[in-house]
T-cell receptor, first 113, second 113 residues
Framework: NAGVTQTPKFQVLKTGQSMTLQCAQD?????MSWYRQDPGMGLRLIHY???????DQGEVPNGYNVSRSTTEDFPLRLLSAAPSQTSVYFC????????????FGDGTRLSIL | AQSVTQLGSHVSVSEGALVLLRCNYS??????LFWYVQYPNQGLQLLLK??????LVKGINGFEAEFKKSETSFHLTKPSAHMSDAAEYFC???????????FGTGTSLTVIP
């Protein structure tokens, strides 16, 4: 079982560039989410989706877009990268909602210069 | 919104000693509560969860946590620390809709040989 797969694992961008962080799960989970992890701040929810075609904002959504065209994939887009978006990004999924254990990917380490 | 407080960003224990990691949450109704562990350069793994029922929850690797509604606490314990327990530990609470997770800022556990 691959579980939750995130690509790339590392990325360096220049301010103003755009990119997409990929997340795919093979467990047929309805719920998927994106977090950013910053030192001393734990994980903060960026966006989440409760099923294909449905997305919603989390705690820190500004500067990020998401879409959910299939059950398996939940990409996170940075439209115009800023140094404040330097972070480690985690994708997670669960069968349905956050009353179920979340399965996490290994993270994408993103640096914005 | 929910919030989670983890007292002590760094905890050191001797090998074989009791591990106690503290977590308090703010909620007007009993939420769903989780503990996750993160090893270096990895995603988060579920240790244990409380949804309903028995207030003493047993997890993997000998960890357990007790839900105390009167104290709004969900502290994590392990009777005897092992070197392999060295990691970052996160307490998390799910909101009543089951759609958003709120993580604490994490506690880094060091085990001294």
């Amino acid at each position: 079982n691959a579980g939750v797969t995130q690509t790339p694992k590392f990325q360096v961008l220049k301010t103003g560039q755009s990119m997409t962080l990929q997340c795919a799960q093979d467990m047929n989970h309805e719920y998927m989410s994106w977090y950013r992890q910053d030192p001393g701040m734990g994980l903060r929810l960026i966006h989440y989706s409760v099923g294909a075609g449905i997305t919603d904002q989390g705690e820190v959504p500004n500067g990020y877009n998401v879409s959910r065209s299939t059950t398996e994939d939940f990409p996170l887009r940075l439209l115009s990268a800023a140094p404040s978006q330097t972070s480690v990004y985690f994708c997670a999924s669960s069968y349905s909602g956050t009353n179920q254990p979340q399965h996490f990917g290994d993270g994408t380490r993103l640096s914005i210069l | 919104a929910q919030s989670v407080t983890q007292l002590g960003s760094h905890v050191s224990v001797s090998e074989g000693a009791l591990v106690l990691l503290r977590c308090n949450y703010s909620s007007s109704v009993p939420p769903y509560l989780f503990w996750y562990v993160q090893y270096p350069n990895q995603g988060l793994q579920l240790l244990l969860k409380y949804t309903t029922g028995a207030t003493l929850v047993k997890g993997i690797n000998g960890f357990e946590a007790e839900f105390k509604k009167s104290e709004t606490s969900f502290h994590l314990t392990k009777p005897s620390a092992h070197m392999s327990d060295a990691a970052e530990y996160f307490c998390a609470v799910s909101d009543t809709t089951g759609n958003q997770f709120y993580f604490g800022t994490g506690t880094s556990l060091t085990v001294i040989p």
